[in-house]
């Protein structure tokens, strides 16, 4: 028969774990990133055509980023598209905003800006109200001067 004295021992034991517990912050607890933080991480899913799940090295802890400055506006291409490009890969995050439970983000690739790609490739479009579109647009100033320097060498 269970009698208050067979109990204590266990109900301290149980007391002590459920406050040992508390302490230790669980995965959605984790420290977000902060604006102007840069980090290595690599994508462990792809959300949509602009979104993903990062897991930070070395800490392990997950985000979700958005690419900042697109709007791929659910296209599954898009998903497709990143998710063959990202997936299981290591990125390189900065972060230029958070709101809520969400960073936006610049991601590059091997030095390659992945929000850039995917606009590139067609399968979203420039926000318009960020650094990165003028980024975005020197960058095609810079290869179409490129192209044209080069077809002058031809002749």
Known sequence: MLTPTR???HLTALVALIALTSMVASP??????KKGDTFSARV????????????RTPSGNTTRINLAGIDAKGSADAQQYLHSLLFDTTVTVR???????????DVSLNGSDVAESVVNAGLASSTGN???LVRRLLGVGRIARGILSRGSDAG
Request: charged fraction near 25%; proline fraction near 6%; avoid cysteine.
């Open 7 to 9: 109990i204590a021992p």
């Open 28 to 33: 959605a607890e984790a420290k977000k990133p």
């Open 44 to 55: 462990v899913r792809v959300i949509d055509g602009d979104s993903m799940v990062v897991q």
């Open 95 to 105: 972060v230029v905003s958070t709101k809520g439970v969400d960073s936006s983000a």
């Open 130 to 132: 960020s650094i990165q």
